[in-house]
């Protein structure tokens, strides 16, 4: 019984181990994807900048273009979230970020 009841631990332990190892990779990937996504989020930005500069109507197109990606960004986040029960949001100082 004393055998059977250290197997079972060692085998949690490796267990837990093993969820470690899975967790690091996971937030690897996240990483790479948020890396990915701000390039391509520069990319937008620089562009919308320069199609800006061409005339005043464009300016709106532009404004718009944004405004949906960011309503879409964050309605998602909060939708999510809610589904979730876990605000993903709520630790993000939004003065640490000095948006404006």
């Known amino acids: 019984m004393v ?5 079972y631990q060692i085998q949690m332990v490796r267990q837990y181990m093993n969820k470690g190892e899975k967790s690091m990779e996971d937030i690897r990937i ?6 990915g996504i701000k390039q391509e989020l ?3 930005v620089d562009l919308s900048l320069e199609i800006r500069a061409q005339s005043s109507e464009s300016k709106e197109e532009v404004i ?3 405004e949906i990606l960011l309503k879409d960004l964050f309605g998602y ?3 999510r ?3 979730a029960k876990d605000n993903l949001l709520s630790g993000v ?3 640490r970020l000095k948006l404006f």
């Open 81 to 83: 979230s809610k589904e």
């Open 93 to 95: 100082s939004w003065t």
């Open 3 to 7: 055998q059977l009841k250290k197997q």
């Open 30 to 35: 996240l990483q790479e994807k948020v890396s």
């Open 42 to 44: 520069r990319n937008a």
């Open 64 to 66: 718009k273009i944004w």
């Open 77 to 79: 986040i909060k939708q």
